[in-house]
């Protein structure tokens, strides 16, 4: 028997070849009883490889490879939680102390002071032992290691890769071993599972040195023998030093240590004294739930007392606190927050105020939230204004639970698609024009099973799998798949401890400033038991606070969102028309194309459109039989007379997740917590054996309930295709709340909204560009931006009585922040007289910024008297860089008027569109509409008078270009003009035929065929060309 | 006046040259494609000016050279006419009128005027032309004031004058053909000895000779010898041909001979005071040169390890002798073996008998003998992206005569013995 307990996995970046997952997979199949994996300076693959070893019987040991300041790796294991807790925290100490990500290293008082609990290996060629013989200092090393971490905790480590120089190391270590009296221990200094995996090992390193497989040389590994081996092999390669295999055994039977012992404790939330944390939250959820349900109904009251009772007995009032308190936090600083996803299930959520979603009228099922029987802990998404604001949540939560007692969780980056094929791409050797082309690839290819599609994708990309590096390419592809590359910062998951977090899991600090995150990822932290508050940010938030700001300065109203009015008429004819450029969820060409069939009549019409565009209801065909349905196509009916109440509201299709929760309950007798299951078992992952358990629990329910033969096979079907993609009823009306306010807020504040969008760009689905030319053809007027009247953001100015959007001069590409800051400084000490005034009171000015500024026509308004034009300020600007010398001093006709001839229109536009990427001007195609009319075009607008089948021509600026997963090969394409949008669609044929004109065109022309159906107009295209423009490219929307 | 002739596409740029030469004793090479020469004083030839475009392009036909020909008051007018104008274009008074309507984008401009010329809309030469002078030179500086001078036809520069290279050269034509190489060195020697007294004259000396001899069987045979030093000495350069005309002898009589010196700047060398002695350069040249007649080219320079794990991979990079260069201090390795290694070259093949995968016994070219200890297999592989991976397992054994091999097994099982340690 022999144990490995040296190992590395593919978490010590770039360093190690394999997932811990694969390594346990590994030993399990070589009969390796234990593993211990020590990855460097981190512990990030620790819980995977403690669930896989869990789920194959074999014992997981964790510690990791430490890096001292003299720049060797000293190997340290957890013997004891204690010993965990220590690694945990020097690991802390010295990332936190390094301070940039990446970097790190321990003193020998740091290793002294977190030793307790701790077991050190001497380490292979990069460990301290090694170190310390190539010096001659073996000695001391030994004495130094003994010293810090104690006589019976080092373990002289020897490695056997038949290596000569590492065998002279080894001869030497046995005999400082014999001299201290230390027990020997073998290991193979693993870095991969299996010996093939040697490969992707040298190209990871190669990536991690930045250098060609070709330039690599002594970088690689040696040989291929830093693998799993069979205690078999071990016991023959150490067949002299068996006492050095027995040792293995001795250690893995000392270290106590596994991570069922964690010692995770949420935090307690501080109470007044007389109260507990039950007492009082109990309190806070009546207080609230009597401001929000006026009066609180008997049905809403047993909801919240039996969802206070599921979280008294899970001992969850702690976690409601805490989010509890975050929200009121936001709420005391302004800063609009709303809870998302399953939270929205919860009465006592909406009574806290977290949600905005009454569950109780909406007959939400608190189960999808929380249950008795999952034994999980709730997951509650917070929604923010993105940017500084949530921001502030953040470092209030870090200041609040103190630095190292709350972090964000973190994101491992693997390797995808791109990344990958470009970081071996480079490795390999190939040239940018080929790496480009091997990128370009990845998205098309079936990755699933690459054999299938690579050789006719290489080659069709001008590269043969006869080629060896191309083959060796495609091969370390699919081995480099889905392992780490480095560790990202999760975009919003926040843990928090009772007590010191970093005794649970190291922190690190992220690559933003001011935050710190923890070495888990969130599954990680799921599966450790630890709870987390997902802090998000919203782009719409942000436009929806904005906006209330702007009203409330520019419209003196106070317009509060939990008050809008609802149902209000303008809004609904606004979706009903798809008119929803720039709202929230219903914006997109898909959305577009659904509103007008589903017309939206009350807020549930809106929740039902926020979920129906989604891969669940399109892959499991459920769209279109609701659309159908709703428009009297169809009739109404239910799958099963006990379903109807469960369907009733979705016309008898299952759209949402809550459904089939409630389908399985009705149907087949299942308790919330087994239909919560249910969903589960039927989620991404699918195991075969889990879901033919349920599936069996389904049918004998069923088969009790007599619901049997054919519409029993329905149900199953209905529930088991639908698990996988559903969309959860709370989070649609959550999101659908949103919707609705930006819609509102556009209807009826269109300056404030379309400034408050412009100012949170980019987000959406939309360019500025087209909000502006939007927003003009809702009648708003826009003024351009001038260095006399811009702010930093876009404001609204009063003209006349009307409200008007000048752009900011953050829209001005190329000016930096803090010179449009000093500008605006200057500006408010004293107005500029002129270009040469401006450049020489700002000093920051850079060349490049005043030639753009002139560019854009930001400095025209600088001498009113002599109506200056873009060319003028571009003429006057050059001279103020260029202050006359002495030579020209005396020249009166330096300073002459501007000789240049003003832009024309295509230049003022084409100068817009480079300077800003927005125009408030004509919209490029308004200057061809002559030539488009003379060739037929009709303009977007035009296309709903004509009906399906009517040959047509449409032309524009292309603003979206999308191939979605769901639509077989169809390519959709909007095309803009002065009047709106037209869309069109591409059958793949075509779409190959015509691949380069509608890649590479920025504005196209399509002949085609008219489907107007409901009022939803899209050109089946059958022809495409490039229109020669000289206008700039507009921003494109692209195959997302 | 000047002409200019721009070929767009020209096979032999040299070509172009001889043209040119053939008009004008000196001419511009403006680029590979584009001459410039005066004509001032072909109107002797050529009365009236149409004549000498006709005459240059007759010239160009024969030589099958497409080209566009300008003749115009100055040199850039001339230019920019050939290049921007198809055929031939003759400017006879200031090119403003001409050139109007050019893009701005002829001119040699900087990205810097360039984006200032776009911002401002000025896109042709009229647009530049119209600008006031002051104005110009007080926001883009004195260059974007030539360009002006150029897009109003002002501009006036002379010529910049291709130089033509010295030859080297010399050609004799025997009355007998030469059979034996005494007598070819006596005749070489003579040449060498006129043209590196040429070479001095010229304050150059040479870094290769080319020498073609021309056989009585009609053939020819050619020996390029290239000198790491710049040589001015005849006798050293006439040794150089003899080691290397006796290692690669002529296969028939010769007839006739050229010999041309590659001209180089002489060597300038200032020793250090410390410096160490080395070998003349000279001296050590024709000692390489002797031994490279003797092993072999591919077998003489300097080796350099290759940056593998592969043993004894090395490349043998030109000889370089550099001066005052110490060799390197060997850096301590605890864990390096103690003994010398001499590789056997090339390695000895060997049949080793294996015993529990162990050698017990080897025999190759005069070895045969009972390895009485062996510590090993030391493996090794690589190349693994390559169509040629490689993988190996070493041995190191002590025969019964206490002699130390090391002994090497390679992917496809065969055995060598690879050396010894001292």
Redesign the interface.
Known sequence: MYAELHARSAFSFLEGASLPEGLALRASELEIPALAILDRDNVSGAVRFHLAAKKLGIRAHIGAEISASEGYKVPLLAETRLGYQNLCRLITKIKLRAGKKGECAATWEDFAEYAQGLICLTGDEAGPLAYALDRKKGRECITKLTETFGQRNIYIEINRHFDREQEARNQTALDLAKRFGLPIIASNGVRQATQGEREIMDALTCVRHKVKITEAGRLLSANSERHLKSAGEMTRLFSDIPEAIKATLDLDSRLEFTFNDLGYEFPRYPVPEGETMDSFLRKRVWEGARSRYRPVSARAERQIEHELAVIEKLGLAGYFLIVWDVVEFCSGEGILVQGRGSAANSAVCFSLGITAIDPVSMDLLFERFLSEERGEWPDIDLDLPSGEKRERAIQYVYERYGKLGAAMTANVITYRGRSAARDLGKVLGFDENELARLAKLVPQWGWKDPKETAPRQFEEAGFSLDNPLIKKFLELYVGIQDLPRHLGQHSGGMIICQGQLDQVVPLEPATMPGRIVVQWDKDDCASMGIVKVDLLGLGMMAVLEDSINLISKHYGEDVKLAHLPQDDAKVYQALQAADTIGLFQVESRAQMSSLPRLRPQKFYDLVVQVAIIRPGPIVGQMMHPYLRRRQGKEPVKCLHPSLESVLERTLGVPLFQEQLLRMAMIAADFTAGEAEELRRAFGFKRPEARMSDVEEKLRRGMNKKEITGEVQDLIIQSITSFALYGFPESHAASFALIAYASAYLKCHYLAAFTTAMLNNQPMGFYSPLTLIQDAQRHGLHFKPVDITRSDLLSTIEIQNGEKRVRLGLNYVRGLREQTARAILDERACASFKSIDDLKRRVSLLRKDEIRRLSQVGALNCLKPQKNLHRRDALWESELALRPAGSLFRGLENIDEKSPLKPMTDTERLNADLKGTGVTIGKHPMSYHRETMNSLGVVPAKGLKALRTGAPVKIAGAVICRQRPGTARGLLFLSLEDETGISNAVVMPDLFEKFRFVIVGSNYLLIKGVVQNIDDVVTVKALFVESLEAEEQAVPSHDFH | MYACVYASTLAEPSRLDECARLFAPSFEKTDSNTVVFEIGGLEVLYPRIEEIPRAIRKLLAASKISANIAIALSPEAAIIAARHFAGTTIISGVTGKAFENLSVKALPLSSEIS??FD????HTFRDLA???E??I?????HKALGLQEIARGLSRRPLLMEKADEVFEDRVELDEAIELLEPLLFVLGRSLGDLCKKLRTCGRATVGIDLKLELEDGSVFERNIRFPFPFEQSRTLLKLINLDLNAHSPPAPIVALTLRLISSLPRRVQEGLLTPLSPEPDKLEVTLARIRALVGEENLGTPQL????RPDTFLLQPLEVRRGLRAPTPTH?????KLAFRFFRPALQADVYLWLDRPQRVRASGIRSKIIAA????????G????VPWDR?EWDVELANGNLYRLCREADGSWKIEGAYD
């Open positions: 984006e200032a911002l401002w809309g000025v119209e600008l006031p002051t104005g030179v007080a926001r883009l500086g290759l940056n593998t794990h390795d605890a864990g390096r073996p510590s090993g297999p030391w493996r090794a592989s690589g693994w992206w390559t169509s397992d």
